[in-house]
């Protein structure tokens, strides 16, 4: 069994200023993680991924995430927010490899960016 | 940039009929899914589609609920006899590969019932 728990589901921050999007895991084995976003009417874009290569992960838009096994934390981070990252953020876990196909998301954190 | 396409982009209809959701997925991929957000929820996972047959489902996924691959391009989720909690938005995705892997999804179908 496999959970994702968004610890925040709102997060308001200035442009310009650091972005921490919190994300706590749960499984009985060792995950793929994932965090994508969503912006209004848009699909879900994928921002980066850990799939048990680096613990630190980059992804798109100068987003980064670490994977700490110890915490079971998977927090995504961004050094200076810009308006252009307004959106939804969903953490994702899904089974390693071919153990299955099936996302589990949490429950989306809103950032918002104040000019 | 291959993309997932679905339609339509919004959907309502009225209690107790039939709705199909269409999905063309990215051409070489392989797996097929379905997931739903109803308004102020968590994304579900529906349903997984590989090699002509559903390889999971979820427990939301009950005899109201069908998929199909009817020409080898297209992807549909069915729902029959709608009610008023099916309201969502339905997300189609494909993927080349297992485990979450490469994973697209397209831009929704916002279901409404009334």
């Known amino acids: 069994a496999q959970s994702v728990t968004q610890l925040d589901s709102h997060v308001s921050v200035s442009e310009g200023t650091p972005v921490l999007l919190r994300c706590n895991y749960s499984?009985?084995?060792?995950?793929?993680l994932f965090w994508y976003v969503q912006h209004p009417n848009k699909g879900l874009q994928l921002l980066l991924k850990?799939?048990?290569?680096?613990?630190l992960v980059k992804g798109i838009n100068g987003f980064e995430a670490e994977f700490k096994k110890s915490e079971t934390s998977f927090h995504l981070t961004k050094p200076s927010a810009h308006m252009s990252d307004a959106a939804e953020y969903f953490c994702?876990?899904?089974?390693?490899?071919?153990?299955?196909?099936?996302?589990?998301f949490g429950g989306g954190t809103r950032l918002m960016v104040k000019p | 940039e291959p993309e997932v396409t679905q339609t339509p982009s919004h959907q309502v209809t009225q209690m107790g009929q039939e709705v199909i959701l269409r999905c063309v997925p990215i051409?070489?991929?392989?797996?097929f899914y379905w997931y739903r957000q109803i308004l102020g929820q968590k994304v579900e996972f529906l349903v997984s589609?590989?090699?002509?047959?559903?390889?999971?489902k979820s427990e939301i996924f009950d005899d109201q609920f069908s998929v199909e691959r009817p020409d080898g391009s297209n992807f549909t989720l069915k729902i029959r006899s709608t009610k008023l909690e099916d309201s969502a938005m339905y997300f189609c995705?494909?993927?080349?590969?297992?485990?979450?892997?490469?994973?697209?999804f397209g831009s929704g179908t916002r279901l409404t019932v009334v």
């Open positions: 995705a494909s993927s080349v590969g297992q485990g979450g892997y490469g994973y697209t």
């Open positions: 499984s009985s084995y060792s995950p793929s």
């Open positions: 850990y799939t048990s290569a680096a613990t």
């Open positions: 994702v876990v899904s089974p390693p490899g071919n153990a299955g196909n099936m996302l589990t």
């Open positions: 051409s070489n991929h392989l797996y």
């Open positions: 589609f590989y090699n002509n047959e559903i390889s999971e």
